[in-house]
């Protein structure tokens, strides 16, 4: 909506009170019926070909309002960019800052990521009149400082951006930096929420993999060494420089099942290979699965097999080892 106001001959000075003070009371007005009203003012001139100049002074003022903010009273030479100050043509945001946030972003850290954008828009933003076209240019670049990094991260496509195709359009849509403000810092909440996840599952993945290879490791090593009568837990935490209890839990974890119970059950399923296919003493079989005690040997394959070994070696086809002993006289 356009208003022209015309005025007497007086003191262009006063033309310009007497304009604020009217935007002010159309204001007040409207706020009796819960409506916002912003007002730009243009320039005062002296001719009919001023009024098309004026107008445009107008326009470009309202402009501003993405920068000042809705209800406000915004005029010509309050915006009126002096050639001479240079910092309004360009705004402050360092690559190296970029590439801090990506890697917060990257990281998860929520907190980190939004104080440092926040410093940046408030650097930029906080001076007395900022240009609506580097606003709009610093906010998409913050948002395409997210884009980066959920890129970096992988997954696009089933990311919080994959999957909310018209964030940017919502960014687009606002009418005030205030408000664009707002919807990048939503989002960035979500951008680092999905970042984190991803990271505790890439964290989660690792550790398995790497308890996948070190159970992997542990088998072999009881494979290889399962006939030594000194393997056991702590010699085997101590072959993989952890402690053994630890170790052992470790592998239960992996498997299902403790390491003691690992190496006395793979010994046994050894020495029933032996007592199957051979004519060894007990004693002898005892050795070659890793216990110097026959007695040991024996009580450890009754508690996992419920039988003695000499039962197993019967209910198996095996005959007992007969022993003669004879002598001349």
């Given at each position: ?17 007497d304009l604020y003070a009217i935007a002010t009371e159309a ?149 005030t930096v205030q408000e664009m403000r707002q919807e990048l ?145």
């Amino acid at each position: 909506m356009v208003c022209l106001v015309n005025f007497a001959e007086g003191d262009p000075a006063l033309y310009k009170e007497d304009l604020y003070a009217i935007a002010t009371e159309a204001q007040l007005f409207l706020l009796r019926f819960r409506m916002d009203l912003t007002i730009s003012i243009g320039g005062v001139h002296h001719s009919f070909p001023g009024i098309a100049e004026a107008y445009r002074e107008a326009v470009d003022a309202m402009e501003y309002k993405m920068v000042l903010g809705k209800r406000e009273i915004i005029t010509y030479d309050d915006i009126r960019i002096d050639p001479a100050d240079n910092h309004r043509f360009g705004y402050y945001y360092p690559l190296q800052l970029e590439q801090q946030i990506i890697n917060w972003i990257k990281a998860g850290d929520g907190e980190q990521a939004t104080r440092a954008m926040n410093e940046i828009m408030q650097r930029n933003f906080d001076k007395p009149v900022g240009s609506p076209t580097l606003a709009k240019c610093l906010i998409f670049n913050l948002a395409g400082t997210m884009v980066k990094a959920i890129n970096e991260i992988g997954d696009g496509e089933s990311s919080v951006l994959g999957g909310n195709p018209l964030w940017m359009d919502k960014i687009i849509a606002c009418d005030t930096v205030q408000e664009m403000r707002q919807e990048l810092l939503a989002l960035l909440t979500e951008v680092c929420a999905f970042a984190a996840a991803k990271r505790d599952k890439n964290v989660s993945q690792e550790r398995a993999e790497t308890l996948r290879r070190l159970t992997e490791r542990v088998i072999r090593h009881i494979e290889e060494h399962y006939d030594d009568s000194n393997l056991s837990v702590n010699s085997i935490g101590e072959r993989f420089d952890l402690k053994g209890s630890y170790l052992s839990k470790l592998f239960k974890n992996e498997t299902g099942e403790g390491l003691p119970d690992y190496i006395n059950k793979f010994r046994i399923d050894r020495a029933k290979r032996l007592i199957r296919d051979s004519r060894h003493s007990v004693s002898e079989i005892a050795k070659r699965v890793g216990y110097n005690e026959a007695a040991t040997f024996i009580r450890v394959f009754k508690k996992y097999e419920g039988i003695t070994p000499g039962k197993y070696k019967e209910m198996n086809g095996g005959e007992p080892r007969i022993i003669a002993e004879g002598g001349n006289g």
